[in-house]
């Protein structure tokens, strides 16, 4: 937002720095990002329970494989699957999970490809770090239930999306008018999370969730304050107790990038 008014000039909101009229805002969204992984986890092991995970949706250990479409190899990526990962975990753990970046923000085309690729190897459950509906898409096709991020993916996934993690900006947008009005000073970075209503998940599909999701999301959220302990307090996953793998994805083609074990 630009504007010759000083007034309006402090109102701009950009993930920039080094001047004095920019701010840095974000939420701690990995927390939503753990809440929905939660709910992954018991849709998981409900499938689970049931019988309903095919031979190949288990690894060579025996534990259930899940599937992640991220971005980059950003920290804000890596600390929102981690968080997915743990919140999946604490109900299912015996889950392991692969991660496959698409090296874009929003391509329809890479996401829904990486997410077919995921499903192909056997992931019975994926999750997300990009912005379109492609692996929504490839999820409702294929019959697997998939976590969404930024917005609600059941318009396109009716019977497979489960919630997606969300951001709420309304307490970031209020708190920078009324600063501007009150004419106090704006915080040069900016960082809230479910306490304070900046993190979220969107609505729970009935068709999709597994019993007791509810229950398990309202207990979550009426504790809040403790969200961001419930990740750290699970358990570390460089700790040696969990098993992910990560591979980028080219333009072009699958190829190998990097590959994490934990």
């Given at each position: 937002l630009h504007?010759?008014?000083?007034?309006?000039?402090?109102?701009?909101?950009?993930?920039?720095?080094?001047?004095?009229?920019?701010y840095?805002?974000f939420t701690k969204?990995?927390?939503?990002r753990?809440v929905s992984?939660?709910?992954?986890?018991?849709?998981?092991?409900?499938l689970?329970?049931?019988?309903?995970?095919?031979?190949?949706?288990?690894?060579?250990?025996g534990n259930v494989?899940?599937?992640?479409?991220?971005?980059?190899?950003?920290?804000?990526?890596?600390?929102?699957?981690?968080?997915?990962?743990?919140?999946?975990?604490?109900?299912?753990?015996?889950?392991t999970m692969?991660?496959i970046y698409?090296?874009?923000?929003?391509?329809?085309?890479?996401e829904?490809?990486?997410a077919?690729?995921?499903?192909?190897?056997g992931c019975?459950?994926?999750?997300?770090?990009?912005?379109t509906?492609?692996?929504?898409?490839?999820?409702?096709?294929?019959?697997?239930?998939i976590?969404?991020?930024?917005?609600?993916?059941?318009?396109t996934?009716?019977t497979?999306a489960l919630t997606s993690a969300?951001?709420?900006?309304?307490p970031?947008?209020?708190?920078?008018?009324?600063?501007v009005?009150?004419?106090?000073k704006?915080d040069?970075?900016?960082c809230?999370?479910?306490?304070?209503?900046?993190?979220?998940?969107?609505e729970?599909?009935?068709?999709?969730?597994?019993?007791?999701?509810?229950?398990?999301?309202?207990?979550?959220?009426?504790?809040?304050?403790k969200?961001?302990?419930?990740?750290?307090?699970?358990?570390?996953i460089?700790?040696g107790?969990?098993?992910?793998w990560?591979?980028?994805?080219?333009?072009?083609?699958l190829?190998?990038?990097?590959?994490?074990?934990?």
């Open positions: 504007s010759t008014s000083r007034r309006q000039r402090q109102m701009c909101i950009r993930d920039s720095s080094g001047c004095d009229n920019f840095n805002a969204v990995y927390e939503s753990y992984g939660v709910v992954a986890g018991m849709k998981i092991a409900e689970d329970k049931n019988g309903e995970i095919p031979k190949d949706g288990y690894d060579e250990d494989k899940v599937g992640y479409v991220g971005a980059y190899p950003y920290a804000e990526v890596k600390s929102g699957y981690k968080a997915f990962f743990l919140g999946v975990r604490s109900v299912c753990p015996s889950a692969k991660v698409t090296n874009s923000w929003a391509s329809i085309d890479l829904k490809e990486a077919e690729s995921l499903i192909a190897d019975v459950l994926i999750s997300q770090h990009a912005d509906t492609g692996a929504s898409t490839a999820c409702e096709k294929a019959g697997v239930p976590v969404g991020y930024n917005v609600s993916m059941i318009a996934a009716p497979q969300s951001i709420d900006w309304g970031y947008y209020t708190y920078a008018v009324k600063s009005i009150d004419g106090t704006i040069t970075d900016w809230k999370g479910y306490d304070d209503g900046a993190d979220k998940i969107t729970l599909n009935d068709k999709a969730i597994a019993k007791g999701t509810k229950e398990k999301v309202k207990e979550l959220e009426e504790e809040s304050k969200v961001l302990d419930l990740i750290f307090e699970y358990g570390q460089d700790g107790h969990h098993k992910m990560v591979i980028a994805v080219s333009y072009t083609h190829r190998a990038h990097e590959t994490d074990s934990y």
